[in-house]
């Protein structure tokens, strides 16, 4: 049995005082409550407070991004031993905005990995075709070459502790959901490739998330397929009510 897990990705937003405060708000709500595991991903300038809120909580801190290195003349770049440091112990890598505006490729997705499993951080790999390439009917064929790529070199015993995010770019922050029925092909179809890598028990422990658009009005539908192991969360959770409303819903 996979438990499930949901990734609240807060992205540029929130100061500090409004990171605690929101840190806080879902803490209380979901103490004590433990069907599936939740972890939050504040900017990194609010990690070190946020950490502080969730200390002797089930909640997981994680961060949005890292470099790969443990130090060194990298200027503007944070190393997975400095969010070690601050608390966190997991981590986003190659997030679909990061590919995109920042260039990131399968390539630096795959160094990062590395870094991250060596460091004992546990990653959260993000896949997902954009809207040209589902138009042209090219969405397993992206998403294979990014899981393959990102994942070159990894052990199954490394993989099992990896969470993918599969996001259709055309579904983050668009308010365009996949429908369940679509969300459920391509988790089958990554699942069905892990599970040619590595192994099919491997592929089957594997926890696949959706992101792109979840909301607590979708959530119980996405959750009722049977490869949608959990949802990494942008825009509904930046707000305490709407992010457990949608942990709690997808568990029900
Ligand atoms: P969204 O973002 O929920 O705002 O669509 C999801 C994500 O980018 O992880």
Redesign the pocket.
């Known amino acids: 049995m996979r438990k499930p897990i949901f990734?609240g990705?807060w992205?540029m937003h929130k100061a500090i005082r409004e990171a605690e405060t929101l840190a806080r708000e879902i803490r209380l709500k979901l103490e004590g409550w433990g069907k599936a595991e939740v972890v939050i991903f504040p900017p990194f300038t609010a990690l070190k407070t946020v950490s502080g809120v969730l200390s002797g909580s089930s909640i997981g801190l994680g961060a949005q991004n890292m470099f790969w290195e443990k130090e060194g003349a990298f200027t503007g770049e944070i190393s997975p031993l400095m969010l070690k440091d601050v608390g966190c112990s997991w981590v986003i890598l190659g997030?679909?905005?990061r590919r995109k505006y920042f260039g990131e490729t399968d390539e630096l997705v795959n160094r990062k990995l590395k870094a991250a499993l060596h460091f004992k951080l546990s990653p959260v790999v993000?896949v997902g075709e954009t809207l040209e390439e589902r138009k042209k009917g090219r969405e397993e064929e992206v998403v294979e070459g990014q899981i393959r790529e990102s994942l070159r070199g990894i052990s199954p015993q490394e993989a099992e502790k990896i969470v993918i995010?599969y996001?259709p770019v055309w579904?983050?922050?668009?308010g365009v959901v996949a429908t369940p029925e679509e969300a459920q092909r391509m988790h089958q179809f990554i699942r069905k490739l892990l599970g040619e890598i590595f192994s099919p028990s491997v592929g089957e422990k594997i926890r696949i998330q959706y992101?792109?658009?979840?909301k607590p009005e979708n959530i119980r539908g996405l959750m009722a397929q049977e490869d949608v192991d959990g949802a990494?969360?942008?825009?509904?959770?930046l707000e305490a009510n709407s992010f457990v409303e949608i942990v709690k819903g997808g568990c029900l």
């Open positions: 990734g990705n992205k997030h679909s905005e993000c995010a996001e579904a983050i922050g668009t992101g792109g658009s979840v990494l969360v942008g825009g509904a959770s």
